[in-house]
């Protein structure tokens, strides 16, 4: 017996408070690490929950009424509201309750007014036919506003007269297209500073309604039964859709942009936009707001595709155009005449007939929904519902569409097939090198494996960008034959070697068939990856990748998964391999004492002792395959979308953040969706990482009577 002697100085009690100190280190420890993941839990939640909570309106005073008349127009700009009544009186008055300005002359009433849809210009139009163009100025930053005559102060004459409605649009920089009706005809006016006025006259029946977009490019008129659309461009008129009605229109508004029609009638409101066939670009009666009703009031905000009814009673409900149904009520009170919102969003101006009143709106995201992140949503001019991610547009009028799901679709895709291309590898790979091979080689390769995991990603994603993209693509035939004759290489080689020469018998000795499979598998690669290319073109007159019906991407979703398999290799062979070298030596032993082979020693002993180490090597390799992010970046397309297949780009969420975020104005809906991503890809982690430990922890009860042993 070895006589091992205790130091004197090293009492129990300096023990004990060494245990005791060296526990509470790791306690505390422990305890940080999971204040880090609930704090940066909370901080995810803490950005992204403001894009799900609910509007909200607080009152201003009640004022006064400004005139006797009833407002034929009425605006809300730079803390003050402008209206124009029925007399033609125009009037600025400051929203904080302070004395209003001196009421000008405008027009001789009782006129009809028209306004573009940023309401900065207005078309005052009287019963003798001659109408005058007014703008509200606030151009001067500290001075009162005032009215601007961009034609001149004078009126001028329509060319008729009994026109009761108009239309009004601003097709260009100081040009303008008004549109007028006496309820029979259609007269189109072109008016432009400091030239003459064009006038044309369209032949149109019955009207009751008008409505000009945005940029002038479409005229929409309804009557009690049909809605028709002119198309207009330049000087050419030309009646482009026709559609019966069943039920007479109430109201006509077009969303921001321009894009959308809404029509309110007794069965609610319709959204119609344009949208591409075989017959060319014609209006679509697209859907109907679930609960909308035609009210006493419709109207649209001048920056986003929001819209509101105000009932007869003065209930307010808000919708939104990818939004199913009423996403906001609010009790005004009774007697709402005319409302109109503040430009961004934030205010709406309602007059009655005792007086005037301004409420505050609290509502910065009203598109966003769990919903519209989620399903599929028919965005305008789409020919049908979809997932759609694009957060930046040059055109102005754009809509931005927020869906995560071709995100998360093309997150699992490059996982799934960079654990398909890497999980048999590696495995396979560990199996020999901790069951067959021979130690020394073995001290050779599992160092040079994981040497390869410390290799950047970047580099990884650079090299599959710049060179194996472009070389797949020249040889993709090859490359898809390759697992096919590698495959049929190594089965072949079983009875092979059994029939090798004398002299090649030292190699064929046990855990040295490596030194003749790795030279015989490069001559098969390097001849599929040569040969099939060059017959293929010969026979086909072009590559393979030119010739794919659904085309071909060069840096596509193979591509990533390749680059991103080769990355995950070296992880999960590690893993894998230390789980199986650990399974104590006398299981292998006794097996193969009792009489079993070295495969089925493997198979029923190993790795079942080896099984909640493997799967966690896997959960672990999956779990760096979808947080992933340079390698997914370079070597696809960083194409957003669902359907595309194995040779079209991909976008994951880790590189959607990555690319995205230094474009993201803080505090956006952008911004804080960006932030959503990053969550989701934590909560999916975290839901992973979770199932595999329990999984794991299964594995390890049922088999944990052979790690006990030996």
């Excluded at 890497?422 to 091979?437: D, K």
């Amino acid at each position: 017996m070895i006589d091992n002697h205790i130091p004197v100085n090293y009492s129990n009690r300096t023990r004990r408070y060494v245990d005791r100190l060296t526990a509470r280190a790791i306690a505390a420890c422990g305890v940080s690490v999971l204040l880090v993941m609930m704090l940066l839990f909370v901080w995810l939640l803490w950005v992204v929950m403001p894009l799900f909570a609910t509007p909200s309106m607080q009152a201003g005073p009640s004022q006064p009424v400004l005139s006797a008349q009833p407002a034929v127009a009425l605006g809300v700009n730079q803390g003050w509201g402008w209206r124009i009544d029925s007399q033609g009186e125009g009037r600025f008055f400051p929203l904080n309750g302070a004395a209003p300005e001196p009421s000008l002359q405008l027009a001789r009433g009782p006129v009809v007014s028209a306004a573009t849809a940023d309401n900065s210009s207005l078309l005052l139009l009287q019963p003798d036919g001659n109408f005058r163009l007014v703008q509200p100025d606030f151009s001067a930053a500290d001075a009162m506003p005032n009215w601007k005559f961009p034609l001149g102060d004078g009126v001028f004459d329509s060319g008729g007269s009994g026109f009761t409605l108009a239309a009004l649009a601003a097709s260009g920089a100081q040009q303008w297209l008004a549109a007028l009706s006496d309820g029979q005809h259609i007269r189109l006016l072109r008016l432009q500073a400091g030239q003459p006025m064009q006038s044309d006259m369209l032949a149109s029946g019955p009207v009751n309604q008008l409505l000009l977009t945005p940029n002038g490019s479409l005229l929409f008129a309804t009557s009690e039964h049909s809605l028709r659309v002119w198309q207009i461009n330049g000087q050419q008129v030309t009646l482009r859709d026709t559609f019966p009605l069943t039920h007479p229109p109430r109201q006509m508004a077009l969303l921001s942009g321009g894009r959308s029609l809404l029509l309110a009638d007794e069965r609610g409101i319709s959204q119609w936009f344009d949208v591409a066939d075989e017959r060319g670009v014609h209006l679509h009666r697209i859907r109907d707001f679930a609960g909308a009703r035609a009210q006493q009031q419709l109207i649209t905000e001048p920056q986003r595709r929001v819209f509101a009814t105000i009932s007869a009673a003065g209930e307010l409900q808000m919708f939104a155009s990818k939004r199913e149904g009423v996403f906001f009520r609010h009790a005004l009170g009774e007697g709402v005449q005319q409302a109109q919102f503040a430009p961004s969003g934030d205010g709406l101006l309602i007059e009655r007939t005792d007086g005037w009143q301004y409420w505050r709106i609290d509502n910065p995201w009203p598109d966003i929904s769990l919903k519209n992140l989620w399903q599929k949503v028919w965005y305008e001019n789409y020919p049908q519902p979809d997932w759609v991610w694009q957060s930046t547009a040059v055109d102005d009028p754009y809509q931005a569409k927020f869906s995560l799901v071709p995100m998360v679709a093309g997150t699992l895709k490059a996982a799934a097939l960079a654990m398909l291309f890497a999980t048999p590898l590696a495995l396979a790979a560990a199996i020999y090198t901790a069951w067959f091979m021979s130690p020394a080689l073995r001290r050779w390769i599992k160092p040079a494996m994981e040497m390869m995991g410390a290799l950047p990603s970047v580099v990884v994603g650079l090299f599959a960008s710049l060179w194996l993209a472009p070389q797949i693509a020249a040889r993709l035939s090859g490359v898809l034959l390759l697992p096919i004759a590698l495959a049929a290489t190594l089965l072949l080689c079983g009875p092979l070697l059994k029939r090798l020469p004398s002299r090649w018998r030292l190699l064929d000795a046990p855990g040295r068939e490596v030194w003749l499979l790795v030279p015989l598998l490069l001559l098969v690669s390097a001849l599929s990856l040569w040969l099939m290319p060059l017959a293929d073109t010969a026979l086909w007159g072009k590559p393979l990748a030119e010739r794919l019906p659904g085309g071909y991407e060069q840096r596509n979703l193979l591509i990533a998964a390749l680059a991103m398999g080769f990355a995950l290799v070296p992880l999960i062979f590690t893993l894998a391999e230390d789980a199986i070298f650990s399974v104590p030596a006398a299981l292998g032993q006794g097996s193969l004492a009792l009489g079993a082979t070295a495969w089925q020693t493997l198979s029923r002993v190993i790795l079942p002792s080896a099984a909640s180490g493997i799967f966690a090597a896997l959960m672990i390799g999956f779990g760096r395959a979808v947080g992933e992010t340079m390698i997914v970046l370079m070597a696809t397309g960083n194409t957003p979308v669902t359907e595309g297949g194995l040779f079209h780009g991909v976008r994951a969420l880790s590189a959607n953040i990555a690319v995205e975020m230094p474009e993201a104005a803080a505090g956006s809906a952008h911004y804080r969706i960006l932030f959503l991503s990053a969550l989701v890809l934590l909560v999916f982690t975290l839901i992973l990482n979770t199932l595999a430990e329990v999984v794991r922890q299964r594995l390890r009860r049922r088999y944990g009577q052979h790690e006990g042993q030996g």
